[in-house]
């Protein structure tokens, strides 16, 4: 895969800068080969970044809403505009398959048309106490420098989801994405910055060190708030650092989302949907169905056509366009789902479909989609975040113990649920701990949504109208009117 773009350096105060001088490779999953040499950022870095954004702080709080606005519009356009060139880094960088990573940009351009049109919303109230004579105003101020972190698996739409809502509250940011992904961070920054952001506004330090440049981050007192996705485990060391300065934090964590279907759904509509909710960006979603709940009076149809339709998907490098399902991020995840599969089917569970990878996974990091059916529901593999494409079926028979199964997790970010009556759907939903339920759909980001999880899959939500308030601080003036 070749890439035109070739990053310079970190991008600091709206230019590349060289940084501490040592400099990390980006390679291709699909393949292994070096895509690219990109500059280490440090501690010291780390602060460079922070005075750059302390630097634009002023100036882009007081910028008018109106403006911010149409230069977050600018930017939506700008992206669509360079939308090939931005999903080839993406397909070299993530490995992901053409039409998963055209699709990113689409969902990662919207944040940012999105929160443009929020940028001019951000409302307040003014009423009178009541008791009578004071007057309250509350209103919401930018919360100051804003320190993003970032995953490798929306190497876009992770950074448009934090950028999108920090800008248009008038916050300026500093932002460390994936190691593994940090090209299409840095082609954002430009994009941005040839939209019309001031310098300094945004700025991206990637690195091998994270801890010494997020802890930096959380060190200085300029930095008001933490936006981080990632894994669980790193959000909780994350939320320790920030509790040293009362950072206000929010947290996009790991799911392990369930995926229900009633005896009267619509088994192919179901099917459709798990494809969909299983397989998109090969199985490495927070989102991702991760285990299958099917009734068993319908789970040997499910099961069946389900497998027939896996057993179909042409798994390969993008450089062949048709291909369905790209590589894993890296071979310890190609490691960590072979053992989890080793171990379910040791324990009884049978392998119902698996496609055909043609690729020795030596030659780069894939796994074939795999449907595995007889699960136990205590199953270790249920239990853990999969991350790649394997679909584990387990049957239920009555309300009570599928509730059970489906909350017994300390995640709750996701769960798709398919049934024949709306009615029963809606209830299942409002009983299932997670913050987002598709009702019969495989699909459920949306830019204009709040996305967020409860338990341990996160705190705060973005998109939606909530997303521009994680930026801001609620102020409230009580006026008094003699
Ligand atoms: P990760 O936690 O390993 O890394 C996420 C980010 O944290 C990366 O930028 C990484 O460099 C950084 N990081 C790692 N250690 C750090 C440290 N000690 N200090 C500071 N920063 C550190 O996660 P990942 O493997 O990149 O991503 C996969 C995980 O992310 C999965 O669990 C997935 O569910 C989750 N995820 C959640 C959402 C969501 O919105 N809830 C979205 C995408 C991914």
Avoid at 177 to 206: C, H, Q, W, Y
Avoid at 312 to 320: K, Q, T
Wanted: aromatic residues 6%; glycine residues 10%; proline residues 6%.
């Amino acid at each position: 895969m070749v890439i035109t773009y070739t990053p310079s350096g970190l991008f600091i105060g709206g230019h590349h800068v060289p940084g501490s001088g040592r400099s990390f490779h980006v390679d291709n999953p699909a393949d292994g080969q070096i895509i690219a040499t990109v500059s280490d950022g440090d501690a010291t870095d780390a602060a460079h970044a922070v005075e750059a954004a302390a630097a634009a702080a002023t100036g882009w709080a007081r910028t008018s809403p109106r403006r911010r606005s149409e230069i977050l519009y600018t930017a939506f356009e700008l992206m669509l505009r360079n939308r090939r060139e931005l999903a080839e880094l993406i397909v070299a960088e993530n490995g992901k398959c053409v039409a998963d990573a055209d699709a990113e940009i689409t969902y990662a351009a919207e944040y940012l048309r999105w929160f443009a049109e929020e940028a001019v919303r951000n409302d307040g109230t003014y009423t009178h106490a009541p008791g009578g004579g004071t007057r309250s105003i509350v209103h919401r101020q930018p919360i100051g420098i804003a320190a993003l972190v970032t995953p490798w698996n929306y190497p876009a739409a992770m950074v448009t989801r934090k950028i999108g809502p920090a800008l248009a509250a008038g916050c300026t940011v500093v932002l460390k994405p994936a190691a593994e992904t940090p090209l299409t961070a840095l082609r954002l920054a430009k994009i941005l910055s040839e939209a019309g952001v001031p310098d300094g506004v945004v700025n991206v330090v990637p690195t091998t060190d994270p801890a010494a440049v997020v802890s930096t981050w959380l060190q200085d007192p300029r930095v008001r708030k933490l936006s981080f996705t990632g894994s669980t485990p790193v959000g909780r060391l994350l939320l320790h650092q920030a509790a040293d300065r009362v950072v206000n934090a929010s947290m996009e964590l790991g799911g392990n989302a369930p995926f229900i279907v009633t005896r009267d759904a619509d088994l192919d509509h179901a099917v459709a949907g798990a494809m969909v909710a299983k397989f998109r960006n090969s199985g490495q979603a927070c989102t991702a169905a991760n285990r299958f709940y099917i009734h068993e009076d319908v789970a040997s149809q499910f099961a069946a056509r389900f497998a027939d339709r896996v057993s179909g998907l042409r798994v390969g490098p993008a450089s062949d366009p048709d291909n369905q399902i790209g590589p894993l991020i890296n071979a310890e995840a190609v490691s960590t789902i072979t053992d989890l599969v080793d171990n379910t089917v040791h324990h009884g569970a049978r392998i119902a479909a698996r496609a055909t990878c043609g690729i020795d996974s030596r030659n780069g990091y894939f796994y074939p989609p795999t449907v595995l059916v007889d699960v136990r529901a205590d199953a270790d593999i249920i239990g853990h975040e999969i991350f790649g494409p394997v679909a584990p079926i387990v049957t239920w028979n009555d309300e009570r113990t599928l509730l059970d199964y489906v909350n017994n997790s300390e995640a709750g970010l996701a769960a798709y649920i398919y049934a024949g009556e709306l009615q029963h759907a809606l209830r299942l939903g409002e009983s299932i701990q997670a913050g987002m339920i598709g009702i019969n759909r495989g699909l459920i980001s949306d830019p204009a949504a709040p996305f967020g999880g409860m338990k341990q899959s996160g705190l705060g939500r973005e998109g939606g109208h909530e997303g521009l308030h994680d930026y801001t601080e609620t102020q409230y003036l009580s006026v008094d009117w003699p």
